[in-house]
């Protein structure tokens, strides 16, 4: 913790920035260790360059943040109080009002934005969006162990989701199946909601499961992931059921051979773009490229989807201790889709896959 404090605050140096004031659950963990889901209650770290790091968190929690090891200043505010005015005038008293602060863009809403203006009216917010997912996008060795824990829990997942494949059996009854094992293994929480979907609805890369039963033909395809100790993991595997047709092989194995072409080509210095690039012209060479119509993939740690984008224009290059996700997908509308998804952990030697489900065409019976 004490760390990453540090290397934030030399970044305010670096940026001109008096303070930064972080309210997403992601960076708040990030920097205090303590990890919580306010709603919609403020829980936010207020970080300058000079003095004791703030919390400030709802005051039934404040015990909570001191046992996941925070030791500095905190602000417990109750539900009847104004958690603006005491933040103002906990850094009025102290004599260190700021006239720069960082913010979130992309997670402040608009009513905290006004507070802010309304507590300080001349302070110039600033984005440090950017500055964190720097800070964020190299794991270092026990985020690793944290990921790879992460990852292999998805894999039991979705072990047991295809174990649970039976004729007549609906997707929920699977993602329920699906959780309650990993619930018995000690997982807290998913770190999205299970997606189990059968049939033409495999079409959609956004498909919700519901009461659809799985017939013989079907394409069954499970994505999911657990938050371990703060950590999240995100899996996709696309089965078959009873048999396959032809075409669906086709597809099956478009998608395999482009997500694990864009494995391969993982090594340091590579533009992130490049590797989107590999498989979407793998995939459109067999002539579904108009069928492949998301990103390659995304970063994942704290948050799921996190920094970077794993997109065809992005000119970030690789670098050991990067994570992210690579998930090439065919959807053809009314006949069904493949996507194929793992985690991977850029290394000296190339990219490490953290999900080891096997990959080869699976067909249940
Ligand atoms: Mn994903
Ligand atoms: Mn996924």
Redo the contacts with the bound molecule.
């Keep these: 913790m004490e760390n990453r404090i540090h290397q934030l605050i030399e970044q305010l140096k670096k940026n001109d920035l008096d303070s930064v004031f972080l309210t997403s659950i992601a960076n708040v963990f990030y920097v205090s260790n303590f990890y919580t889901n306010p709603h919609e209650r403020l829980v936010a770290v207020y970080i300058d360059q000079t003095n004791d790091p703030l919390l400030i968190v709802p005051a039934m929690e404040m015990n909570d943040a001191k046992n996941a090891g925070w030791k500095y200043q905190m602000i417990g505010y109750h539900d009847h109080e104004n958690v603006w005015e005491l933040i103002f005038n906990h850094l009025k008293n102290d004599d260190k009002l700021p006239s720069t602060i960082g913010v979130e863009y992309a997670h402040l809403n608009v009513e905290r934005y006004h507070a802010l203006k309304d507590i300080f009216p001349h302070i110039e917010l600033k984005n440090v969006t950017n500055i964190l997912n720097h800070l964020h996008v190299i794991k270092s060795k026990q985020e690793y162990t944290l990921l790879k824990q992460a990852a292999s829990l998805a894999d039991f997942g979705i072990k047991t989701g295809v174990e649970a494949i039976r004729e007549g059996i609906s997707e929920l009854e699977i993602v329920a199946k699906i959780e309650y094992k990993l619930k018995k293994q000690g997982v807290q929480q998913m770190s999205?909601a299970t997606?189990v979907i059968t049939g033409a609805k495999t079409a959609s890369p956004h498909g919700v499961p519901d009461k659809t039963t799985i017939d013989k033909g079907d394409l069954v395809l499970f994505?999911?992931?657990v938050v371990f100790e703060g950590y999240c993991s995100?899996?996709?595997r696309t089965v078959a059921f009873h048999s396959v047709t032809e075409e669906q092989e086709k597809i099956y194995e478009t998608v395999l051979t482009a997500e694990e072409k864009a494995i391969t080509a993982v090594e340091i210095g590579r533009p992130v773009g490049e590797l989107d690039k590999i498989a979407r012209d793998h995939i459109a060479t067999a002539g579904y490229g108009e069928y492949f119509t998301h990103r390659l993939g995304h970063g994942i740690g704290i948050d799921?989807h996190e920094f970077p984008s794993m997109h065809g224009e992005n000119d970030l290059p690789l670098a050991e201790g990067m994570s992210f996700?690579i998930?090439p997908g065919i959807y053809v509308p009314n006949i069904g889709g493949v996507?194929i998804?793992d985690m991977v952990f850029v290394t000296a030697k190339g990219g490490e896959t953290l999900t080891s489900y096997p990959k080869d065409l699976q067909i249940v019976t």
Excluded: M, P, Q, Y
Aim: charged share 40%.
């Design positions: 999205f997606t994505d999911l992931g995100d899996i996709t799921v996700t998930e996507r998804e």
